[in-house]
């Protein structure tokens, strides 16, 4: 079995800040589909080397690797389609394991592809899902959430079985239940976090639990709108992708309101502007990573070392 890092191998302490303005590092020439330009980004994985993995809408995964001016593109080679080196409208978010190995939300051929490393097409491993998020979970497991049948999926190793672990009780509000789920998030004590998008809140689900909590949101809509991603690191704190608001919120483990970390001054392109940003990763260094989609850039927002000094932090 394949194991996969997330950012729960970084240790941020809770009063760690990051700069409020954003570096773009993919993108940021304008929407294009040429290899230095990106046309309404979706996905954002960071690989352990600092690498990117970006699905955007010219259906196609490109690389960026740490520091470079331009991408290469590792999936979608044949276009629009339906064949094994294709994509169709949309493809979503995609998780990348420490072979390199991608599995990618393809939406509109309702499936989820497996890419290995290097190659020119991938192998459709889970058929007729309205997939919109994939995550793995530190043995390697996928996790897929069901945007249309409000629920998140777990799949064993060889995707012969699977089990519902969240939602699966039809569209609402309770707490065993979700509205349109988006990108999701395992820790490493596989608690299960969901950005449960058109009830405006985030839940966990523990494992083997019959429903969740919600532990951001669902006060009033100017608390969160229409949250797309989140992570999580090591103290339980998580980072939530607050979309129609443009604008990154973290909430502290058993905290009831969040903090501000980036975006917020409204619809934008600035540095310290977002415009529906919809995805979210940590580098192994600490250092956040947006996709803010309508601007078509990856945006790097780098922690500020000297304020953990006091304690054991970004250890990995």
């Known amino acids: 079995m394949t194991t996969t890092v997330t950012s729960n191998d970084v240790d941020i302490c809770a009063t760690a800040t990051w700069a409020t303005d954003g570096i773009s590092v993919a993108g940021g020439q304008g929407a294009g589909k040429n290899l230095n330009q990106l046309y309404y980004p979706r996905g954002t994985f960071v690989d352990d080397t600092g690498a990117l993995y970006i699905t955007d809408d010219n259906l196609r995964v490109m690389k960026w690797k740490h520091g ?28 990348v394991d420490t072979e390199g190995t991608m599995y990618i939300c393809d939406k509109g051929n309702e499936r989820v592809v497996r890419w290995k490393k290097d190659a020119k097409s991938g192998q459709s491993i889970i058929i ?39 939602g699966g009780n039809g569209k609402g509000t309770a707490l065993n239940q979700l509205n349109r789920p988006h990108f999701t998030f395992v820790d490493l004590n596989f608690n299960l976090f969901v950005p449960d998008t058109d009830n405006h ?28 991603a989140i992570v999580a690191d090591k103290l339980g704190t998580i980072y939530v992708v607050d979309h129609e608001l443009h604008r990154v919120m973290r909430w502290l483990k058993g905290s009831q309101s969040g903090d501000l970390l980036f975006g917020g001054h409204e619809y ?49």
């Open 201 to 228: 809140r985030i839940m966990k689900w523990s494992k083997g639990s019959t429903q969740g909590i919600v532990v951001s949101g669902n006060v009033n809509l100017s608390q969160l709108a229409g949250p797309h």
């Open 128 to 166: 007729g899902i309205n997939c919109y998020g994939v995550t793995l979970d530190h043995e390697g497991l996928l996790y897929v959430s069901d945007v249309d049948n409000d629920l998140v999926m777990k799949y064993n190793d060889d995707f012969s079985r699977k089990e519902i672990v969240a």
């Open 268 to 316: 934008g392109y600035r540095a310290n502007q977002l415009a529906l940003p919809v995805d979210i990763d940590f580098d192994r260094n600490g250092n956040l990573y947006v996709t803010d989609r309508n601007n078509h850039r990856i945006q790097m927002y780098a922690v500020n070392k000297t304020s953990c000094l006091s304690s054991s932090t970004f250890n990995v």
């Open 68 to 95: 470079t001016e331009s991408g290469v593109m590792v999936a979608g080679f044949g276009g629009r389609g339906n064949g094994s080196d294709q994509f169709e409208y949309y493809l979503h978010n995609l998780a």
